[in-house]
């Protein structure tokens, strides 16, 4: 690969996340002034849908920051973020709707929340330790420590992977939820849905960028063996 390829490989890595990002923030601002015919806040549009299935052991706990807003399948929490807990808006609505989504992928023993948790291990170590691996097997001129390297990069590779199906699928849950209990009507899944996928267009992009290193690394591998 010449040295302009390169460059423009790079910058593309940088330019897809940032994007991605942008959106999203975009977005949610947009739709965090724009209060739901329910006008329930973030918490209150949780605990419904929480108790409208059966969840009722689930606790919802408020955490500082913004956009931090998660599920704990450990802890039995779903977690939002201050301006989504106290929030009326369409953005806090479709935020915890989502994180309920997780909670009911958690209960039902999705097969892609399950296969992406027992990937956790490998992939938090690939990710913490392949670049080293591979970078000390350029320097030392190991090809066996490179495909060591890439192989633990796989790992995380395959969680950001495994990721998009959790994350599409707690989506449609959400909007499927908001719906069925009324919280928004017909005329606003519209806008809900641009939340949900403006959100969902940082798992994509995470995706894309680490399947991009990832080949990258391979054809390296593949091209000083040969």
Known sequence: MS?????????????IPLWAQSKVKTTYSKYSKVVTSSSLTGAQVARKILDENGLFDVHIEEVKGTLTDHYDPRSKVVRLS???????????????????????QDAESYAFLNFRTALV????FGSNSAFI???????????????????FMSFAVLFQLITLPVEFNASSRAMDQLVMTGIITNSEERETKKVLNAAALTYVAAALVAVAELLRFILMFLANRD
């Open 3 to 15: 040295l302009g390829a390169y460059i423009i490989y790079f910058i593309l890595l940088m330019i």
């Open 133 to 151: 691996i591979i970078f000390a097997g350029i320097i030392l001129n190991s090809m066996n420590l490179i495909l060591l390297g890439i192989i």
């Open 82 to 104: 201050t301006g989504n807990y106290h929030g009326h808006s369409m953005a806090a609505a479709a935020v915890a709707a989502h994180e309920v989504g997780h909670a009911i």
């Open 121 to 124: 291990p490998l992939a938090s």
